[in-house]
């Protein structure tokens, strides 16, 4: 017995105490940090399903501009994607530097411009007419056009929505925002572009495309040297 009669038991009561304590504190992190986890997967699943993404790889070394005539590097694609989120994102690698471009060669001595453009044929019962070729001339596939393009001093971007020239109108021009990391070209659509261009795709049927291109100007068909091309692919889906 201790001189109070209550030490063994006190001893005893602050040891549980404190295994208490030691219990509490191992148990409620680990339940902060599973519920913590448990909420990251649940946001990355939630992102994964809503982004669709296609890639197709393309062999270097077939970019011309006709048969002999060899297309530089820069036009040559190695890739090309596209992914659709909340924004629409395309990319497009090629087999040599974007980082000194020459100035595209043009007519009459005005500068051209190099092109790395997307077709956007999101539905494939309609085939609008004009821009990007002159009125009355042609139709296309394509309801809206992607473009990155290069004017000999900086790089810009445009998406262009055609469907307006299914009823008499004329197309809707848009500038989007177009990055340049080494050999990649990355062209963002915004989120308000993305919606329509997801609202009008009509499934099965539609589909999108890439190629590049020397013009020596942004309109018409005059001048105008495609230098590798992607075909036909399937909507991401």
């Known amino acids: 017995m201790?001189?109070?009669?209550?030490?063994?038991?006190?001893?005893?009561?602050?040891?549980?105490?404190?295994?208490?304590n030691i219990q509490f504190k191992r148990t409620t992190?680990?339940?902060?940090?599973?519920g913590s986890l448990l909420c990251v997967l649940l946001v990355s699943l939630a992102l994964?399903?809503?982004?669709?993404?296609?890639?197709?790889?393309?062999p270097q070394g077939d970019a011309y501009y006709t048969p002999g005539l060899e297309a530089p590097a820069f036009l040559d694609i190695l890739a090309a994607s596209i992914?659709?989120?909340?924004?629409?994102?395309?990319?497009?690698?090629?087999?040599?530097?974007?980082?000194a471009l020459p100035n595209p060669p043009g007519?009459?001595?005005?500068?051209?411009?190099?092109?790395?453009?997307?077709?956007?044929?999101?539905?494939?019962?309609t085939d609008p007419p004009g821009f990007p070729f002159p009125s009355g001339q042609m139709t296309a596939a394509a309801e809206f056009g992607v473009d990155a393009l290069w004017d000999g001093t900086a790089f810009s971007g445009q998406l262009y929505d055609r469907r307006p020239a299914l009823t008499g109108g004329t197309a809707l021009l848009y500038s989007i925002p177009v990055s340049v990391s080494g050999s990649r070209v990355i062209i963002t659509v915004p989120a308000a572009l993305t919606a329509q261009v997801k609202a009008a795709v009509v499934l099965p049927g539609a589909t999108w495309n890439c190629f590049t291109v020397r013009a020596n100007s942004t309109g018409g068909t005059d001048g105008v040297h495609q230098a590798d091309t992607?075909?036909?692919?399937?909507?991401p889906q």
């Open 2 to 20: 201790t001189p109070n009669g209550f030490g063994a038991k006190e001893g005893q009561n602050k040891k549980f105490m404190k295994n208490q």
């Open 29 to 34: 992190p680990l339940i902060r940090i599973v």
């Open 48 to 58: 994964t399903a809503r982004a669709q993404t296609a890639t197709v790889i393309d």
């Open 83 to 99: 992914t659709i989120s909340d924004t629409l994102t395309l990319t497009v690698d090629v087999a040599g530097p974007l980082d």
């Open 107 to 125: 007519s009459h001595g005005a500068h051209g411009v190099f092109v790395w453009h997307f077709a956007l044929n999101t539905d494939n019962s």
């Open 230 to 235: 992607i075909g036909r692919q399937p909507w």
